[in-house]
């Protein structure tokens, strides 16, 4: 049946927005279609989805060092730019006040040099986009190497509604 309703699935202007914050946007339209077979409403199944998608950035974010660590040092600041290095010299000093970690210990779950540190990062960058802190690689300047850019954003949270839609429903 859901098969059948995809085609004519014709997500309402806010559900269309919605279904373009979605990495996996042709799952999303998927879910919505089965959803609206099944008589459980698509707009509901896009909020349940949300909803799961924000927990796993909290779970993503509380498990990773280096986010919670980027988040404190952005706290306060609009934007920071500098290379991998430099970076990493900020940071350091919050891993071991902050979070509680030697970073020269190489069993700490720390990234040990500037290389490993923007790689991380740079796998993170979506999650701390959910977090409120966008990750860029602004063009290069002069000598400085590669750089990265750290910029908050303001209201970053994804959010919906899903005050009428239970736990167990989903």
Do not use: C
């Amino acid at each position: 049946k859901a098969i059948g309703m995809l085609p004519l699935v014709n997500l309402p202007p806010e559900d269309q927005r919605a279904l373009g914050r979605f990495r996996m946007a042709d799952f999303a339209k998927w879910g919505y279609a089965v959803a609206e077979a099944a008589g459980w409403g698509g707009a509901r199944f896009l909020a349940a989805y949300e909803r799961n998608i924000n927990r796993q950035h909290e779970e993503a974010v509380s498990a990773s060092l280096l986010s919670q660590a980027i988040l404190e040092f952005m706290a306060g600041r609009n934007e920071w730019e500098g290379t991998a290095s430099e970076l990493k010299i900020q940071l350091d000093p919050i891993a071991n006040s902050t979070l509680g970690i030697d970073p020269t210990n190489r069993q700490s779950g720390w990234p040990h040099d500037a290389a490993r540190l923007s790689k991380e990062l740079f796998r993170l960058a979506e999650t701390l986009a959910t977090s409120g802190v966008e990750v860029s690689r602004p063009p290069r300047s002069g000598k400085r190497g590669r750089l990265i850019g750290l910029m908050a954003i303001p209201d970053s949270t994804v959010t919906a509604d899903t005050s009428d839609i239970a736990e167990s429903e989903w």
